[in-house]
C-alpha cells in the first residue's frame, strides 16, 4: 500500500493562513497605487468573499480587478505577489495532526507528495511549515497542476498495484479525479476549497481532518 498527499489544504492551512496573507497584500498594493476600493479592510473582505465561491485565488483576484477596474499591469503585480517569498518569520500552519499522521503512515510505507503550483512558492510553504520531507519517496510539483503523470511516475518506482494506490486532496478535478481514472483509492479532504466541493460517488472515503484517514487505514 501506498499513499500520495496533496499539500495546500491537505497538510498545510494555507486557505486559512497563507491566502488570507496574500490577498492583504493585494488590496494594499492596488491602495497604494490609488485605486479606488473603499478602505483596506472592506476591500480585503470583498476581495476574501470572491475567493469563497471561485475556483482560485487567481479566478478571485481577477475578478475583483475587473469590478474596480485594475488595470493588466497591476493585476499581474498582485498575481506575482500570490507567490512571492513571504516574510522570513511567517508561519504556515498544518492542518490537525497532519505532520504526525504524515510521519506514521511513512513509517511503514512509501508516502509522494503532489503539489500543483509555482515550485519555489510551494518549497518555501513546505519550510515554513515545518514539513519533514524526507518521509516522501517522491515529491513533484507540477506546474500546470495536472497531476497525472505524477501519479504514474510514483506507481511506476515503486511498483505498487493501482487498488493498493491511495492519493488524498481536497480538489476532486485535480487531485482525485486523475487518481480515480488510474485506478486508485481517493480521500477527499474537506478542508479550505475543499469544503465547498460537490459529493461525487466515486471517492472512496470522505475526511475532515487527517487523523480520520489514519483511522481508515488501521481499520483496513
Not at 7 to 36: E, F, R
Not at 138 to 151: C, F, L, T, V
Amino acid at each position: 500500500m501506498s499513499i500520495i498527499f496533496d499539500l495546500d489544504d491537505t497538510l498545510i492551512d494555507t486557505s486559512g493562513v497563507v491566502t488570507p496573507y496574500k490577498m492583504q497584500l493585494c488590496v494594499a498594493h492596488w491602495l497604494a497605487l490609488g485605486y479606488q476600493m473603499g478602505d483596506a479592510a472592506t476591500a480585503y473582505q470583498v476581495l476574501m468573499d470572491c475567493n469563497h465561491n471561485a475556483v482560485s485565488s487567481r479566478a478571485a483576484i481577477e475578478q475583483c480587478a475587473r469590478d474596480w477596474n485594475i488595470a493588466p499591469k497591476d493585476v499581474e503585480a498582485a498575481l506575482h505577489l500570490m507567490t512571492a517569498p513571504m516574510p522570513p518569520h511567517f508561519v504556515v500552519l498544518p492542518t490537525p495532526g497532519a505532520f504526525e499522521v504524515v510521519r506514521q503512515l511513512g513509517a511503514d510505507r512509501p508516502l509522494a507528495l503532489v503539489t500543483g503550483g509555482y515550485p519555489p512558492f510551494q518549497r518555501e510553504k513546505m519550510e515554513k511549515a515545518g514539513l519533514d520531507t524526507t518521509i516522501f519517496s517522491m515529491i513533484a510539483i507540477p506546474e500546470d497542476s495536472q497531476k497525472g503523470d505524477a501519479y504514474k511516475a510514483f506507481q511506476k518506482k515503486i511498483g505498487v498495484p493501482s487498488e493498493q494506490m491511495w492519493v488524498c486532496g481536497d480538489r476532486i478535478t485535480m487531485d482525485l479525479w486523475p487518481a480515480h481514472q488510474l485506478g486508485f483509492r481517493t480521500v477527499h479532504m474537506r478542508w479550505g476549497r475543499g469544503l465547498r466541493e460537490p459529493r461525487v460517488p466515486w471517492v472512496t472515503y470522505e475526511i475532515n481532518e487527517l487523523r480520520q484517514f489514519q483511522q481508515i487505514i488501521r481499520n483496513r
